[in-house]
């Protein structure tokens, strides 16, 4: 499912790039294709049930992955059209993940609290 979606992004990023509806050349849009499937996989991570299986792939590292993606092909983006916006770019990058990390944090804090109260 994720490839259907990786291939349907791809694919109509550059057919709108190509009849001219957005205006970047093919290549230049390849960044966006990593940003929206990126985008996906944290939509993703976040609306699938959590398994009962404990080999499964936890939903939180779904969300980073697709949030690592994202924050990449965001600058990938950036460098490659508007460079001059790169150093800003990248530091608000910073300030959203470590608005993540402190955000994740409090949900583990609080998580412990809860199991260590008895019932």
Do not use: C, D, H
Not at 30 to 54: D, E, Q
């Amino acid at each position: 499912m994720n490839f259907g979606v990786f291939l349907i992004v791809f694919g109509s990023l550059i057919l709108t790039s190509l009849l001219g509806i957005i205006p970047l050349a093919p290549l230049n849009a390849l960044p966006l294709v990593f940003v929206l499937f990126g985008a996906w996989l944290a939509l993703l991570g976040t609306i699938i049930p959590p398994s009962k299986n404990p080999y499964s792939t936890p939903r939180i590292l779904i969300v980073g992955w697709g949030a690592v993606l994202t924050g990449v092909s965001i600058l990938w983006f950036i460098a490659f059209n508007i460079g001059e916006l790169l150093p800003v770019t990248f530091a608000t990058l910073i300030i959203i993940a470590g608005i993540a990390a402190v955000g994740y944090s409090f949900l583990r804090a609080q998580n412990k609290q809860a199991a260590a109260r008895p019932a």
